[in-house]
């Protein structure tokens, strides 16, 4: 009866193996169904993944070694290429913050040339009003009628 009981152990067990093994390459290729895609691969979300609680894979059992080495191996690929959506968000927050620099660069200009403009109407205005500068005329045919 004994004999029983370690078959039907060892048939759950490798079928608990096998939905974790299908966890891990879910999460290896970004298509998880219990736990965010971004989720880095970890033995405890391995776990998630497959359903099971997250402490079910224990380095000290020797019928996880297979399966730790291959969450290792996954999480050292997956840390290689970096998680595709932080580059993302890293990438649109320097777009965000250069679109910000661009913006305040644009609007001193804008400040500048208003400033000059106001110098440059003074000026001709005390030119103007001054009795010592002679005003020459704008259009040719005002100097020859």
Request: glycine letters at 4%; proline letters at 5%.
């Amino acid at each position: 009866m004994s004999d029983i009981k370690q078959v039907k152990t060892s048939k759950n067990t490798s079928d608990g193996i096998f939905q974790l093994f299908e966890a891990l390459m879910r999460l290896a290729q970004g298509r998880t169904i219990r736990v965010p895609n971004e989720t880095s691969i970890t033995l405890k979300s391995v776990a998630l993944e497959a359903g099971k609680s997250p402490g079910i894979i224990k380095k000290q059992r020797p019928v996880y070694a297979e399966l730790i080495k291959e969450i290792k191996r996954c999480a050292a690929e997956q840390k290689e290429r970096g998680n595709p959506q932080k580059q993302v968000n890293e990438a649109t927050r320097r777009w965000k913050e250069e679109a910000e620099r661009s913006k305040n660069l644009y609007h001193q200009s804008l400040a500048r040339e208003l400033l000059l403009l106001h110098q440059l109407d003074e000026a001709e205005h005390l030119l103007r009003n001054s009795e010592n500068v002679l005003q020459f005329p704008s259009k040719p045919e005002e100097i020859y009628p």
